[in-house]
Nanobody
């Protein structure tokens, strides 16, 4: 599995940003996909999750502002972030629950993370 990530950078308060993470390769499927974030000096926290059936859950503080989506054909997960606030500043990580169909076992794969900085 190779992860191809995009997104991150600086944005003004109230602005928008899209992040994506593609799980590239063959011989596996991606079950649950998630986004986490870790602010400086803070613990990593779960931001949003989307199941293979497209059910979603969100951290309370991002509900109504962030949207998680997936493209199953491309094994890609997206995080659309609107109405960004200074407290959203963090390193954002994608995670995929990978199942190797040829071998019958699974593993979690993490992206390397990208910094999102929200400033006025």
């Amino acid at each position: 599995v190779e992860l191809v990530e995009s997104g991150g950078g600086s944005v003004q308060t109230g602005g928008s940003m899209t992040m994506s993470c593609e799980f590239s390769g063959s011989g596996f499927r991606v079950n649950e996909m998630s986004w986490y974030r870790q602010a400086p000096g803070q613990r990593r926290e779960l931001v949003a999750t989307i199941t293979s059936g497209a059910s979603t859950t969100y951290l309370d503080s991002v509900k109504g502002r962030f949207t998680i989506a997936r493209d199953n054909a491309k094994n890609t997960v997206f995080l659309y972030m609107d109405g960004l606030k200074a407290e959203d500043t963090a390193d954002y990580f994608c995670k995929g629950d990978i199942y190797y169909t040829d071998y019958g076992f699974g593993a979690d794969y993490w992206g390397k993370g990208a910094r999102v900085t929200v400033s006025s």
